[in-house]
């Protein structure tokens, strides 16, 4: 409310670091992007890359011992690091929401689904039974459950799991919430049911001007569904981009070698091809680009913090030995 | 459903006459009763009358028959040693053995719930590391050595409380128990402390375990996602969750309060069941033990049944497994 100009979200050189027994595991290194009102944008690495650390970090989340160390989050011009717990709890499920991978197990099996749904609602204001109600049933309406004032009073375990999942989405949707984080919320379900989901989240991103960040490991669902592109490699943020860009020209050897694993990119009957290597340690990692022992390209300097380079407006790339424009 | 019922109760009904067949053997191979109960000054003659009097003379399985006869019409016999109904012996009892079961029940539910509750959500605090090291000692020291303790303690340093006996009992309702007077209640405190203790400390671990089993689980994390209270996430996501395993030690705790207070009801003196068992076993009172140790199996059967019932009124997914297999 404070800012309608500036983006939606701004995650400005978020570091998140666990700490083990082992030592400091850095999940999430310098990490920066925007969402603006009404923009997908789609966050995509490997397991491992912080990606789901980074969308728990946003809702203040991370629990010991992991925490943010430095970095700012600004939702609607305000810092949300350093926001007293009972703040950010009003701003949980009210302003911004989150879809978690599993639908399986995101419900409670013991809780009407109607229940879990309202729970969103009520912990959030005082509405009328009857208000409440009526928008439970929208927001089933709105996600495809059919016969939504029945299935109200159904429990978790009577629903597949992609009707899970679109239960879910209509607990994050009932609050009408300014951000939706989508963790990998298509990855459990069947490729069929995963069009569906996200045809509809589109539609109705589309329809509410809500900022959408779906984190992903798979580019070809976020080439579909995303406008801008974050690819995260260990813990940082290798490339930015449009999703035209990000897909028609990479510009990082991460990216690329990305981009040349999926499988429709590959001469059917071939092997596919991996990129050589394993992602580092993030146990006590250094500054150093996190994709050198990996990269073809690697030179002396990768040793040492890469900043990201602006290219244009909207890409930003973190490579000091960039390949030329086409791949 | 009935089928489900039906089905149970005949399992249950074998387990019971497999039951008597095991007492009547193995109180037959400890020894005669008649040695234990007729005084070795008896004459010949008169210790063959007492012997055909409890009707030992017969053979072992005749006696088994009869036992079962006396059954079908719901006669347990008569003890050895009081000559009367051994019903009537078990029900004078029960109370004594009723109310500790309750007040050790009370103290162990009312410490252990919360306790274990606190301890699954903050395991590195102070008081949850202190409660966990000392349910470690309550699951591992013997109930006797513990009661003699409490003893000492309250009984002989402190002085303060009361050590053997059931204290002054009233009637209230129609029932006679020491809850109803200050007198009892003081009677009861130390040896329901006893019995107390292990089960504190048992279900206080098994909910401190589920609780953090289930607070790291995904609904949990969406719960707080929604940005739900950090109490109705307790009370509705996390406790909710944890009742099934609560539900299922609690079942057999409560049996175990009832029918096992030997220990207790020996070191205290206390006049309830499991001191009748002891001296009827040492007086080979074969009566008594049958008609105990069916009460105890029924008691468990019973306690078994509840638990399935509250399991379906808790978990909505028991419910509809159990609809769904009684619908095959």
């Given amino acids: 409310m404070t800012d309608r100009t500036g983006p939606l979200l701004q995650v400005e050189r978020l570091n998140t670091s666990f700490e083990t027994r082992a030592g400091t595991v850095r999940s999430v290194r310098d990490v920066s992007f925007e969402v603006g009102r009404g923009e997908v944008v789609g966050i995509v690495g490997e397991s491992g890359s912080g990606k789901s650390v980074t969308g728990l970090s946003i809702l203040g989340l991370i629990e010991r011992p992991g925490r943010i160390v430095s970095g700012a989050i600004r939702f609607d011009g305000e810092d949300l690091v350093g926001m007293s717990e009972a703040r950010m709890r009003r701003m949980r499920g009210a302003r911004i929401a989150m879809v978690f991978q599993n639908p399986m197990m995101t419900l409670n099996p013991v809780q009407k689904i109607g229940a879990q749904i309202a729970e969103a609602l009520t912990e959030h204001a005082r509405l009328p039974a009857r208000e409440v109600r009526a928008r439970c049933i929208r927001a089933l309406e709105a996600v495809g459950i059919p016969s939504p004032e029945a299935r109200m009073e159904a429990y978790p375990h009577e629903f597949s799991g992609g009707m899970r999942q679109r239960i879910v989405i209509a607990a994050a949707l009932v609050t009408e919430p300014d951000l939706i984080i989508a963790d990998e919320p298509t990855t459990a379900l069947d490729v069929t049911i995963q069009a569906q989901i996200i045809h509809q989240m589109r539609r109705l991103i589309d329809e509410t001007g809500a900022g959408l960040i779906w984190i992903s490991h798979d580019l070809a669902t976020l080439s579909e569904l995303a406008d801008r592109i974050v690819v995260m490699y260990a813990g940082t943020v290798v490339e930015t981009g449009t999703t035209a860009e990000i897909i028609g020209a990479p510009r990082h050897p991460y990216t690329r070698q990305l981009l040349a694993s999926v499988p429709s990119a590959n001469a059917p009957g071939r092997p596919l091809r991996q990129i050589p290597g394993m992602m580092p340690s993030l146990l006590d990692i250094g500054d150093g680009c996190p994709f050198a022992s990996r990269c073809e390209r690697r030179t002396e300097g990768c040793a040492r913090p890469v900043p990201p380079a602006v290219l244009s407006e909207t890409r930003t790339v973190r490579c000091l030995n960039l390949p030329e424009d086409r791949p | ?328």
């Fill in chain 2, 1 to 328: 459903m009935l089928l489900f019922a039906l089905r149970r109760a005949l399992q249950a009904l074998g387990g019971l006459l497999a039951l008597t067949l095991l007492v009547f053997v193995g109180v037959w191979m400890i020894g005669n009763p008649a040695d234990a109960l007729i005084s070795p000054d008896a004459s010949m003659a008169e210790r063959e009358a007492a012997i055909r009097a409890l009707g030992l003379d017969q053979p072992l399985w005749r006696q088994y028959l009869d036992f079962l006869g006396g059954l079908l019409q719901g006669d347990f016999g008569s003890s050895f040693v009081y000559r009367e109904p051994v019903t009537a012996i078990l029900a004078s009892r029960l109370g004594a053995s009723l109310e500790l079961a309750f007040a050790a029940f009370v103290i162990a539910v009312g410490v252990s719930i919360p306790l274990g509750l606190y301890a699954g959500l903050r395991p590195e605090a102070r008081l949850s590391r202190a409660a966990m090291g000392l349910s470690l000692l309550g699951v591992s020291i013997p109930q006797f050595w513990q009661g003699m303790v409490l003893i000492i303690l309250f009984g002989i340093w402190l002085a303060i409380l009361p050590v053997g006996g059931r204290g002054e009992t009233a009637t209230f309702l129609g029932i006679t128990s020491s809850l109803f007077t200050l007198d009892g209640l003081m009677h009861l405190l130390l040896p329901a402390l006893n019995m107390a203790l292990l089960k504190m400390s048992l279900l206080m671990r098994v909910t401190r375990a589920a609780v953090m089993e289930v607070k790291s689980l995904d609904y949990v994390r969406f719960a707080r996602a929604k940005g739900v209270r950090p109490h109705r996430i307790v009370t509705r996501h996390i406790l909710g969750n944890i009742l099934l395993p609560v539900l299922t030690v609690l079942g057999i705790e409560i049996g175990n309060l009832v029918a096992y207070a030997v220990i207790t009801e020996t070191v205290f003196s206390w006049p309830g069941l499991g001191r009748l068992l002891i001296s009827s076993i040492q007086v080979l009172d074969r009566p008594v033990i049958i008609a105990y140790l069916c009460f105890t199996a029924l008691l468990f059967i019973l306690l078994n049944l509840i638990v399935d019932i509250l399991y379906t009124v808790v978990d909505p997914r028991v419910r509809d497994a159990l609809h769904a297999g009684g619908a095959k």
